[in-house]
């Protein structure tokens, strides 16, 4: 009599890990920290050369222990924070002297990025970057510094999107946070200067130029604004109380209680 085949155990598939959920959960919250972290900074909000501890800052982000360590020592190899065992975690002071040496570097930066944005951008990307120079032509006058920065971190984002150079990216961003943060000082705690029109007049220039495939004219409006950029430092040395720049010499001029 014949014999029915054998049959072969039916593999059933494992379960995933638990923790892989997790782990990707913790890496978007690690990020979020780090956004509103950059955030804060930008706006002062956490002042340059203020100390504080981890469970400070996890008050003001409302996030755990975990991604909010991530997040600072992201913002410490970005220089945007320093940390340090005994005196724990410091804002950056701002040193104008080098952030004029970096503004170098950003402009140099810029246009190798804007160079490729404009040659490698498709057409979704400039649809969307001429969206944006419409919100900017509109209601740029009338935007608060907040708003702006909200437009110019997705406009940076676009050019480095269609760029497609990753490599550049992890440098550009700090830089951006820094400057974005002299911007924020110069339009509001300099006399005079509050108005956007010239910074949002400058944006718009270098996104006509990429939208359009301009290359030379991309780049020559990179420069401009990064021009626009460098006669802040003249209005922040003048006018702006070098506290500003590092709270912790606020506490020096008053000396001990």
């Not at 913790?26 to 002042?47: G, H, M, P, T």
């Not at 290359?215 to 020559?220: C, H, N």
């Amino acid at each position: 009599m014949a014999t029915s085949p054998r049959r072969r155990p039916t593999l059933v598939a494992a379960a995933p890990a638990p923790e892989a959920p997790r782990r990707r959960s913790q890496v978007n919250l690690s990020d979020l920290a780090y956004e509103r972290l950059e955030e804060l900074l930008i706006c002062c909000e956490l002042k340059p050369g203020r100390f504080l501890a981890m469970h400070e800052l996890q008050t003001l982000v409302g996030y755990g222990r975990t991604p909010v360590h991530q997040a600072v020592s992201r913002l410490a190899a970005d220089t945007l924070v320093l940390v340090s065992p005994r005196h724990g975690i410091q804002i950056a002071p701002i040193d104008l002297t080098r952030e004029r040496v970096l503004l170098r570097l950003r402009r140099d930066m810029e246009r190798f990025v804007i160079r490729l944005a404009t040659e490698r951008s498709g057409a979704s990307q400039r649809n969307q970057m001429l969206h944006i120079r419409r919100q900017l032509m509109e209601h740029g006058a009338d935007m608060t510094i907040d708003q702006f920065n909200a437009i110019d971190r997705r406009i940076d984002q676009l050019f480095l999107a269609a760029a497609n150079e990753p490599f550049v990216e992890s440098t550009l961003r700090p830089l951006h946070t820094i400057f974005r943060r002299i911007g924020w000082i110069y339009h509001m705690q300099t006399a005079n200067h509050a108005n956007l029109q010239g910074t949002v007049d400058g944006h718009v220039a270098v996104i006509d130029a990429v939208a359009n495939g301009h290359v030379d004219s991309a780049i020559a409006a990179s420069d401009g604004l990064m021009d626009f950029v460098e006669s802040m430092f003249y209005a922040l040395e003048r006018e702006v109380d070098p506290a500003l720049l590092d709270c912790s010499l606020h506490s020096i001029a008053l000396g001990p209680a």
